[in-house]
T-cell receptor, first 110, second 111 residues
Framework: RKEVEQDPGPFNVPEGATVAFNCTYSNSASQSFFWYRQDCRKEPKLLMSVYSSGNEDGRFTAQLNRASQYISLLIRDSKLSDSATYLC???????????FGSGTKLNVKP | NAGVTQTPKFQVLKTGQSMTLQCAQDMNHNSMYWYRQDPGMGLRLIYYSASEGTTDKGEVPNGYNVSRLNKREFSLRLESAAPSQTSVYFCASYEGNQPQHFGDGTRLSIL
């Protein structure tokens, strides 16, 4: 079983739509959680960290559910520029390693 | 403020050739990582270095070696390149309970 699993998509949504991605992780010792955005053939760039109480950054909201071991990302009022692949990442302190999901592709259409 | 710098950005090799991918960070981070990314596979950890002087295998270490030359630099070596090593390689660094910072990648093709 993979450490981190994501639905690969693609999610095809119209501009203005709300879209949500989930990501599940298997190691209960996971300590830190992140969402990255990756554009085609570019490096992953941090979108936002995910805090236990949930957090929001503009149109983006991230949630953590430790009991069910998943994190989520909600994008409201989707823009064409949101089209990208979204990677979730978890950090396990005991191993000093990050584990990444394989990414969820989002296509926002006019 | 360069962050994580990788060289080269692109490389084409013939099967059996060797080469070293260079990575340097200027953020005084202790931990550094090498990943490869293939279509549909996400990021897979090759090797990592928790601190200067230490290296450990990741998920897919076969065919690779690494050197943590100092705190700033972490290189990845392919001793005898194989077509299966055609990929995009990312170096990353990390410190504390913070996100990783990535270099902009090396696109490697092996013919």
């Amino acid at each position: 079983r993979k450490e981190v699993e994501q639905d690969p998509g693609p999610f095809n949504v119209p501009e203005g739509a709300t879209v949500a991605f989930n990501c599940t992780y298997s190691n209960s010792a996971s300590q830190s959680f992140f969402w990255y955005r990756q554009d085609c053939r570019k490096e992953p760039k941090l979108l936002m960290s995910v805090y236990s109480s949930g957090n929001e950054d503009g149109r983006f909201t991230a949630q953590l559910n430790r009991a069910s071991q998943y994190i989520s990302l909600l994008i409201r009022d989707s823009k064409l520029s949101d089209s990208a692949t979204y990677l979730c990442a978890v950090f396990v302190y005991n191993f000093n390693k990050f584990y990444f999901g394989s990414g969820t592709k989002l296509n926002v259409k006019p | 403020n360069a962050g994580v710098t990788q060289t080269p950005k692109f490389q084409v090799l013939k099967t059996g050739q060797s080469m070293t991918l260079q990575c340097a960070q200027d953020m005084n981070h202790n931990s550094m990582y090498w990943y490869r990314q293939d279509p549909g596979m996400g990021l897979r950890l090759i090797y990592y270095s928790a601190s200067e002087g230490t290296t450990d295998k990741g998920e897919v270490p076969n065919g690779y070696n690494v050197s943590r030359l100092n705190k700033r630099e972490f290189s990845l070596r392919l001793e005898s390149a194989a077509p299966s090593q055609t990929s995009v390689y990312f170096c990353a660094s990390y410190e504390g309970n913070q996100p990783q910072h990535f270099g902009d990648g090396t696109r490697l093709s092996i013919l």
